[in-house]
């Protein structure tokens, strides 16, 4: 786990060309779907997949750790299009990927909530976004998840260095009520992790 109570790579943020990303969303296919089928440019860091459902890194986090899990049937109503089994297997899911990577990203709060749009992105999807401590009350919750507020600058070797400790974590889970440090952890150097005296939450 990183230890640093504000690294910087958690929170500094870079401008995101929203007006852009509501065009593709619009226009293109579904993006869950046809990263499941390998289309090129519609690449994820695959965190789960138990053969229902899958989990993988957003491409556009607003925070370190920021994870999508969806159900691999391409189903547009979370309430509509899932019998109660199928939600509870869903929400199942969501919990197991949610405790692996509050095991790898410091966590004082876990956003749990399905998002989406019938105009775009209508496959059924659950965010799961790890808020890191010291986040002044004013920017946490709404606001830490809009990317209207920027997105976390990553490289792809800080992106597989994440979900590769996320899938450790996913092999090796931890009992109910006990978080600890997983068996692979985030490469502070990969991150450009350091510790400094004081923090600042930039959006």
């Not at 909530?113 to 890191?132: E, R």
């Amino acid at each position: 786990m990183i230890n640093a109570p504000y690294p910087r790579a958690m929170t500094e943020r870079e401008p995101f060309d929203l007006a852009a990303y509501e065009m593709r969303v619009k226009s293109g296919g579904c993006f869950v779907c046809g990263f499941l089928a390998g289309e090129p440019g519609l690449e994820h860091e695959l965190l789960y997949d138990d053969g229902d459902h899958v989990a993988f890194l957003s491409r556009y986090p607003t925070l370190l750790g920021y994870a999508l899990v969806v159900p691999r049937r391409h189903v547009e109503d979370v309430i509509r299009d899932l019998t109660p089994d199928e939600y509870l297997a869903l929400q199942a899911a969501v919990h197991k990927v949610a405790r692996a990577i509050t095991e790898v990203v410091p966590t004082e709060r876990t956003y749990v909530l399905s998002l989406g749009s019938m105009q775009g992105n209508p496959h059924v999807h659950w965010h799961v976004a790890p808020l890191p401590p010291g986040v002044p009350y004013e920017q946490q919750q709404y606001h830490a998840l809009m990317a209207e507020n920027g997105v976390l600058p990553q490289t792809p070797e800080q992106v597989a260095d994440l979900g590769a400790a996320i899938r450790a974590a996913l092999a090796h889970p931890n009992p109910p009520g006990h978080l600890a440090a997983p068996p692979q952890r985030v490469d502070h150097e990969v991150w450009g992790v350091e510790t400094p005296s004081t923090g600042t939450f930039s959006s």
